[in-house]
């Protein structure tokens, strides 16, 4: 059974940081991107950042270049995403997701871990 275990959500206050970490089982997953979505109440889901399989590759949305880093565990299964400079509006469920070659759609996700950012 193929799972992606997020951890590391929580509140914090403007200006603070945080890091996610979602570790991938249950099947190979070689050649699979693996990176990160996130909804907020109302919207719709959006793409946050992604990394390669090998980690030579990354990928940020606007919103959240130069604040987040996304980086993979000598594993390569597991990855982090280190939250810098939270606003308000980061504020939103955020999914870890994998698919093969590219990060698009998602193939595989997980269950969410909230992050709170109060003003």
């Known amino acids: 059974q193929v799972q992606l275990s997020e951890s590391g959500g929580g509140l914090v206050q403007a200006g603070g940081s945080l890091r996610l970490s979602c570790a991938a089982s249950g099947r190979t997953f070689d050649n699979y991107a693996m990176g990160w979505f996130r909804q907020a109440p109302g919207k719709e889901r959006e793409f946050v950042a992604a990394?390669?399989?090998?980690?030579?590759?990354?990928f940020y949305a606007e919103s959240v270049k130069g604040r987040f880093t996304i980086s993979k565990g000598s594993t390569k299964t597991t990855i982090y995403l280190s939250m810098n400079s939270l606003i308000p509006e980061d504020t939103a469920v955020y999914y870890c997701a994998a698919e093969r070659y590219i990060l698009q759609r998602g193939d595989y996700w997980g269950q969410g871990t909230q992050v709170t950012v109060s003003s």
């Open positions: 990394i390669n399989w090998s980690g030579a590759r990354t």
